[in-house]
C-alpha cells in the first residue's frame, strides 16, 4: 500500500511539474529562512554557555540612584571580588577583570594591536578557557606573563612554540607566555585577544590598587556552588556596599552570566530584557514565514482538487476508507516538504555566507550537530503535517457519487477558504512591508539628525606609547598641521563616539544633597569646539594664551540641569576641588544618538588625552592626507601602527541594531511576499480553471480580451484591498509600539501605508495578470467542446 | 439478496417536491442478470446509486444480504464495498496515475490481502482478459473497450457477490459493446455474480434474465427475459 501510494504520489508530482516546482519552491524558501533565522536565535541564545559552570555564573551588577531614575552598569569597584569570597557563603569563586582595551603586543617585527583584558587566576576557572598549551595551574600568577588565543598565538609566531617566548606590550615591558588558550568564540560577551595578569595592572596604574568603594571600573564574576540559594547570595550581596560605603546610594545584584547578553536593559534595578526582544522579533518571523509558505502549500492543493477529484471518487468506491486516503494525501505533502527541505539546505548555505556579513555572525550548519538535524527534520515533517492538513481533509471528504458524476464538488465555501488562506497571506506580507519602510524612516531620521557636530572628514588617531607627553603631544600637532593634511587638531580624552568616563561628584550651589546627578568628564584639548565645527555659545574655549588648570567648559545641558543664569564665571565643585567655568559648548551627541545628551563637564588635562581629534583638510585627496598623517606620527613615534579611524564610521556603528533589523525585515519580508505571489498565483490558476467556460462564453458573446482580463484581476484586487485594509491598523500597532522605545522618532506618516498598498497591488496585478492573460487568449472553442 | 421496500427519493425545491423514485419494492435474488432501463430522467441510476449505497433514500428500507442498509455505519458501507460490490462505471473511472496492473490491485490493496496471493490474482485478471501485454501501460494509452475491459477486471479482482454497472457500453462502439455483454453473462452463469445493470439498450438488456422497466420514478414493468 505504502509503496504503491508512494510510487502514485512520484508520479504525480513528476506530471505536474509546474504546481511541483511552485509548491517546492515555496516551501524551499520558507524553511530556508525559518532555518536561517532559527540559527540566528540559537546563535543569540548560546552567549556565554560555553564555560562548564555558566548557569552558576553571575555578573555583578551596581545599581545606583540618580536624578534621571535608577542607573544600572556592570562595573565594580577592584576591592569587591576579594571580599566576596568571605561575605558569601557558597560563593566558590570570585574574580575581578579589566574592559578589553585595544593595546600593542609585538613580537620581533611583527606588530598586533589588539583587545587586552586584565584577568586573575580565577578568572580563567571561572571562564573554564580551554587551554592548549602551558599550564593552567601558574597562569596569571606571575607579574611579567600573557596568556594569548590561539590565532594571535599564531600571527606572533608562526609555527613555533609560543611558550617562554618573551613578547613585548606597548614597546616597554617584557612579557613571558605561559600558556596559550583556544580562540573566545563570537558568541562571547568577554572577549579578548589576550589576558594579562591582573598585579601587571595594579603596577601600571597604581589606582587599581588605591581605589576605594567608590571607583567603578572593573568587571566582577560570581560563581555560586551548584545548587546553591541564589536569591539568599543575592540579599546578602545587596547589601555589601552600604557596608563599606558611607551613605551608599546603591546596591549590588548578581546577574547570571548566559543572561547578560539578552537581558543587558535595566529598569530601577530590575533587568527589563535587551536584545531579547529583537531575537522574539525574530523568532516570530521565522514561524510566520513558514506558516505563509504552508498556506500557500495548502492554497495550492486544494486549487488542484479538481483535478483529484475523481481519484478520491474512484478509490472511496473500491473501498478505499478516508482514513487511507487522509494518509496519502499526508505523505504527498511530507515528500514535498522533505524535497523542499533539500532545496532549502542548498539554500541555506548559500545565504549563510552574506548573512554572516550583514548580521555579523558567525552561524555556521553544525554537521555533526544530532540537535540541528533534529530541528530540521522536525521543521520539515511539522511543515509538510500543517501545510498537508487542510488539503488532506478537505479533498478527502469529497462524496464518491457527486465526483463519479461530475457534479463541480468545490462550490462557493471551499473558495472563500482559500480566499481567507490568501487574504492571511497578504496581511503578513503588507504588514512587513509597513514595517520595514518605517525602520528605514527612522534610521533615515536619527542618521539626519543634528548631533552638534560636524563629523565629515573628522578622523581620530589614538595616542600611544611615548606620545603621552604634552611637549610630543604639542609638536605632533604642530607638524600634522604644516603637512597640510589636517585643518584642525585637537585631543580628547576618549573617542568622540564613545560612553564611559563619568561621574557624580559635581556639586554647585543650590544643589539639592539627596540628588544623584551623572556628569561625563573628559579631557580636551585647545581649539576642541572649533576642530569639531561644533559652537561655543558663551565665553571661550580652552586656549594656550590662558593658565586653564582650574578652568572647565560644560556642555548646555549642564547648563539647565545646574539652573545657571549666568554660567560663564561660575564657580562650581569638581571632585572637591573648585573649578570655574569658562564657557559653555553646544550640546552634542557622544554615546547614543536615541538619548537626550547628558551634562558634560571638559577640563584641560594634557596627561589624560587618549586620542588626537583632527579634521582632514577639505581641498586635499583623502588617500594623500593619509598617508602624510601616518609618515608624521610614524616618525615621532616609531615602533607604533597608526590607525587612524573616521568618526563618521564609528558613529555609524551605533546604528548597527537598527541597520540589522532593517536589512532582516526587507529580506524576509521579501520573501513572504514572493512566497504570497506563488500562493496567488495558485488562486489565479484555480480560478481561470473554473471560470473557463464562463470565459468562453462571454468571450463568444463578444467580450474583448481586456474585459476578460479586468474581470478576472478585479476579485483579487478586491482580495488584496481587504487584506491591506486588515493589515493597516495591526501594523500601525506594531510600529507604534516599536518606535515607543526611541525618545527621538519619527512620526508616523502615511507614506509607509500608501507604499503597502502600492507595492501589494501592484505585485498581485501582475502575478494575477499572468494567469488571467494566458485564459482570456485561449480558443472559446476548447473549453466549450467538453460540455 | 437484495430486498427495496417502498423506496422514495425526491429533492425538495422551495417547497415543492421533485420525484426521482416513487414506491419501488422490489427483490433480486443471488445470481440475477438485472437490466434496468427506461427513458432520460426516469430515475435508473438513482436506483443503482442507492443499490451501490453511493446514494440514500429519502423513505423506504433496503436490505442487503439480511442486513438494513440504512442504518449502516461508514465503516461497515466501506467493509460491504470491498467485499462484496464491484463498481462499473460508464467513464470507466480507471485512476490515471496507476498502470492498469496497479488499477486492478488497488481494491484488493484496501482489502489488505497478502503480497503473493495479490499477485496471482491481478496475473489470474490480466490472463482472463487478455490484457497481459498491456499491464504497465496507463489508462490514457489504452482504448475506450480496453479501459472498461480493466474497469471490470478491477470490480472482479476482489470477488464481489455482485456487479452494479452504469451503462458500462454508454461509451463503446458496438462491437466492444457486445464482448463485454458477452463477458457479463459468462461471469453470471458461470460464478453466479449478481449483476444488476443500467442500459438503454434493448439488445443488451436482452444478455440478462430480468429487466426492470423504470418511467418518472416509478416500476412500469418487470420482465423476465426469455432465454431464446
Known amino acids: 500500500?505504502?509503496?504503491?501510494?508512494?510510487?502514485?504520489?512520484?508520479?504525480?508530482?513528476?506530471?505536474?511539474?509546474?504546481?511541483?516546482?511552485?509548491?517546492v519552491g515555496g516551501l524551499a524558501i520558507g524553511l530556508a529562512s525559518c532555518m536561517v533565522l532559527l540559527l540566528y536565535v540559537a546563535y543569540e541564545w548560546s552567549y556565554d554557555k560555553q564555560s562548564k559552570n555558566y548557569a552558576d555564573t553571575y555578573v555583578v551588577y551596581q545599581h545606583q540612584v540618580t536624578s534621571s531614575g535608577m542607573m544600572s552598569w556592570a562595573w565594580t569597584p577592584g576591592v569587591l571580588a576579594p571580599e566576596l569570597s568571605g561575605t558569601i557563603p557558597g560563593a566558590v569563586m570570585a574574580s575581578h577583570s579589566s574592559y578589553p582595551q585595544p593595546q600593542l603586543l609585538s613580537f620581533h617585527e611583527s606588530y598586533f594591536k589588539k583587545a587586552a583584558v586584565y584577568g586573575d587566576p580565577q578568572f580563567l576557572k571561572i571562564m573554564d578557557y580551554k587551554f592548549l598549551k602551558g599550564n593552567p595551574a601558574r597562569a596569571l600568577r606571575e607579574v611579567n606573563s600573557v596568556i594569548l588565543t590561539e590565532t594571535l598565538a599564531k600571527n606572533l609566531f608562526g609555527n613555533e612554540d609560543p611558550i617562554n617566548k618573551i613578547v613585548k606590550l606597548n614597546n616597554k615591558e617584557d612579557l613571558k607566555v605561559d600558556a596559550v588558550i583556544a580562540d573566545i568564540p563570537k558568541n562571547s560577551s568577554i572577549e579578548f585577544d589576550y589576558l594579562l595578569p591582573w598585579s601587571l595592572w595594579e603596577r601600571q596604574q597604581p589606582f587599581v590598587k588605591e581605589s576605594g568603594w567608590g571607583n567603578n571600573f572593573c568587571l566582577t564574576l560570581v560563581q555560586l556552588q551548584k545548587g546553591e540559594n541564589f536569591s539568599k547570595a543575592d540579599e546578602l550581596l545587596s547589601h555589601v556596599l552600604a557596608n563599606h560605603q558611607q551613605g551608599a546610594t546603591g546596591h549590588y545584584s548578581l546577574h547570571t552570566l548566559s543572561k547578560w547578553h539578552l537581558y543587558s536593559e535595566f529598569q530601577n534595578g530590575r533587568s527589563v530584557g535587551g536584545k531579547i526582544d529583537q531575537v522574539r522579533i525574530f523568532f516570530m518571523l521565522a514561524f510566520c514565514i513558514l506558516l505563509i509558505a504552508c498556506v500557500n502549500f495548502m492554497n495550492l492543493s486544494t486549487a488542484r482538487s479538481e483535478k483529484r477529484a475523481k481519484e478520491v471518487g474512484v478509490r472511496k468506491a473500491i473501498g478505499s476508507s478516508r482514513k487511507s486516503l487522509i494518509s496519502q494525501f499526508m505523505l504527498e505533502s511530507v515528500l514535498l516538504s522533505v524535497l523542499g527541505m533539500v532545496v532549502a539546505f542548498v539554500l541555506i548555505e548559500i545565504s549563510l555566507p552574506y548573512f554572516n556579513g550583514v548580521l555579523h555572525t558567525e552561524l555556521v550548519i553544525h554537521y555533526s550537530d544530532w540537535k540541528f538535524w533534529g530541528v530540521f527534520a522536525g521543521l520539515t515533517i511539522v511543515t509538510g503535517c500543517i501545510a498537508g492538513s487542510y488539503p488532506a481533509f478537505y479533498l478527502s471528504s469529497f462524496e464518491p457519487l457527486q465526483v463519479l458524476k461530475g457534479v463541480k464538488t468545490t462550490g462557493s465555501t471551499s473558495?472563500?477558504?482559500?480566499?481567507?488562506?490568501?487574504?492571511?497571506?497578504?496581511?503578513?506580507?503588507?504588514?512587513?512591508?509597513?514595517?520595514?519602510?518605517?525602520?528605514?524612516q527612522q534610521l533615515n531620521f536619527i542618521k539626519n539628525k543634528s548631533i552638534g557636530y560636524n563629523k565629515n572628514n573628522l578622523v581620530e588617531i589614538p595616542i600611544q606609547g611615548s606620545m603621552h607627553n604634552e611637549q610630543k603631544l604639542i609638536l605632533l600637532k604642530d607638524q600634522l598641521l604644516k603637512s597640510g593634511a589636517l585643518s584642525d587638531v585637537t585631543f580628547f580624552s576618549r573617542s568622540i563616539s564613545e560612553g564611559g568616563n563619568n561621574t557624580f561628584d559635581v556639586n554647585w550651589q543650590g544643589k539639592n544633597p539627596k540628588e544623584n546627578v551623572l556628569f561625563n568628564h573628559r579631557s580636551a584639548g585647545y581649539d576642541f569646539a572649533k576642530t569639531m565645527g561644533s559652537g561655543i555659545i558663551n565665553g571661550r574655549e580652552f586656549s594656550p594664551k590662558y593658565t586653564d588648570t582650574a578652568n572647565v567648559i560644560i556642555n548646555e545641558a549642564a547648563v539647565k540641569i545646574m539652573g545657571l543664569?549666568?554660567?560663564?564665571?561660575?564657580?562650581?565643585?569638581?571632585?572637591?576641588?573648585?573649578?570655574?567655568?569658562?564657557?559653555?559648548?553646544?550640546?552634542?551627541v557622544m554615546e547614543n544618538p536615541y538619548s537626550q545628551t547628558a551634562p558634560l563637564i571638559l577640563y584641560h588635562k594634557m596627561n589624560e588625552v587618549e586620542v588626537v581629534v583632527a579634521r582632514l583638510n577639505a581641498g586635499t585627496n583623502i588617500s594623500s592626507s593619509m598617508d602624510k598623517i601616518k609618515e608624521v606620527t610614524e616618525r615621532l613615534n616609531p615602533g607604533f601602527p597608526v590607525d587612524t579611524k573616521f568618526v563618521d564610521d564609528n558613529f555609524e556603528q551605533k546604528f548597527q541594531n537598527e541597520k540589522l533589523?532593517?536589512?532582516?525585515?526587507?529580506?524576509?519580508?521579501?520573501f513572504a511576499i514572493f512566497i504570497s505571489c506563488l500562493g496567488l498565483l495558485g488562486l489565479a490558476l484555480y480560478m481561470a480553471e473554473q471560470r473557463k467556460k464562463e470565459i468562453s462564453i462571454r468571450k463568444v458573446l463578444g467580450a474583448s480580451n481586456m474585459n476578460i482580463v479586468t474581470l478576472l484581476n478585479k476579485d483579487f484586487i478586491k482580495l488584496v484591498i481587504i487584506a491591506d485594509l486588515i493589515a493597516f491598523p495591526i501594523a500601525y500597532l506594531i510600529i507604534n509600539h516599536w518606535l515607543s522605545t526611541y525618545s527621538f522618532r519619527v512620526s508616523i506618516s502615511v507614506l509607509p501605508f500608501a507604499i503597502a498598498l502600492g507595492l501589494s497591488l501592484i505585485i498581485a496585478i501582475l502575478t494575477v495578470s499572468v494567469q488571467s492573460v494566458k485564459v482570456a487568449k485561449a480558443n472559446p472553442v476548447d473549453a466549450l467542446k467538453y460540455e | 439478496m437484495i430486498t427495496l421496500q417502498n423506496i422514495e427519493k425526491y429533492y425538495a425545491t422551495k417547497g415543492l417536491k421533485s420525484y426521482i423514485l416513487r414506491h419501488v419494492s422490489t427483490t433480486i435474488q443471488q445470481?440475477?442478470?438485472?437490466?434496468?432501463?427506461?427513458?432520460?430522467?426516469?430515475?435508473?441510476?438513482?436506483?443503482?446509486?442507492?443499490?451501490?449505497?453511493?446514494?440514500?433514500?429519502?423513505?423506504?428500507?433496503?436490505?442487503f444480504m439480511g442486513e438494513d442498509i440504512t442504518s449502516l455505519s461508514e465503516r461497515k458501507k466501506i467493509e460491504l464495498y470491498r467485499n462484496h460490490i464491484g463498481f462499473v462505471f460508464q467513464a470507466y473511472h480507471l485512476i490515471d496515475e496507476m498502470t492498469v496492473a496497479e488499477n486492478i490491485e488497488a481494491p484488493l490493496l484496501y482489502k489488505k490481502i497478502a503480497g503473493a496471493e495479490r499477485k496471482s490474482r491481478v496475473a489470474d485478471m490480466l490472463d482472463r482478459f487478455n490484457i497481459v501485454g498491456k499491464k504497465d501501460l496507463f489508462p490514457n494509452q489504452l482504448s475506450g473497450g480496453q479501459q472498461q475491459l480493466v474497469g471490470i477486471a478491477r470490480a472482479l479482482a476482489a470477488q464481489p457477490s455482485i456487479i452494479l454497472a452504469d451503462e458500462?457500453?454508454?461509451?463503446?462502439?458496438?462491437?466492444?459493446?457486445?464482448?463485454?455483454?458477452?463477458?457479463?453473462?459468462?461471469?453470471?452463469?458461470?460464478?453466479?455474480?449478481?449483476?444488476?445493470?443500467?442500459?438503454?439498450?434493448?439488445?443488451?438488456?436482452?444478455?440478462?434474465s430480468r429487466i426492470l422497466h423504470l418511467l418518472d420514478g416509478v416500476i412500469k414493468e418487470d420482465l423476465n427475459v426469455v432465454n431464446l
Open chain 2, 31 to 63: 445470481g440475477e442478470f438485472v437490466s434496468i432501463m427506461g427513458p432520460s430522467g426516469a430515475g435508473k441510476s438513482t436506483l443503482l446509486n442507492i443499490l451501490g449505497m453511493l446514494e440514500e433514500p429519502t423513505y423506504g428500507t433496503y436490505e
Open chain 1, 1 to 23: 500500500m505504502f509503496r504503491l501510494n508512494f510510487k502514485i504520489t512520484l508520479r504525480n508530482l513528476w506530471k505536474n511539474k509546474g504546481y511541483t516546482l511552485i509548491n
Open chain 1, 565 to 588: 543664569k549666568n554660567p560663564v564665571g561660575t564657580v562650581i565643585k569638581f571632585w572637591n576641588s573648585p573649578v570655574t567655568i569658562i564657557g559653555v559648548m553646544k550640546d552634542f
Open chain 1, 415 to 440: 473558495l472563500s477558504v482559500r480566499q481567507v488562506l490568501v487574504v492571511f497571506q497578504f496581511v503578513f506580507a503588507a504588514c512587513l512591508i509597513i514595517c520595514t519602510a518605517v525602520i528605514y
Open chain 2, 168 to 208: 458500462p457500453t454508454g461509451n463503446l462502439q458496438s462491437a466492444q459493446a457486445l464482448q463485454i455483454m458477452e463477458l457479463f453473462k459468462k461471469l453470471n452463469e458461470e460464478e453466479n455474480i449478481t449483476i444488476i445493470q443500467v442500459t438503454h439498450s434493448e439488445v443488451n438488456a436482452g444478455y440478462g
Open chain 1, 661 to 670: 533589523l532593517g536589512t532582516v525585515a526587507n529580506w524576509f519580508g521579501g
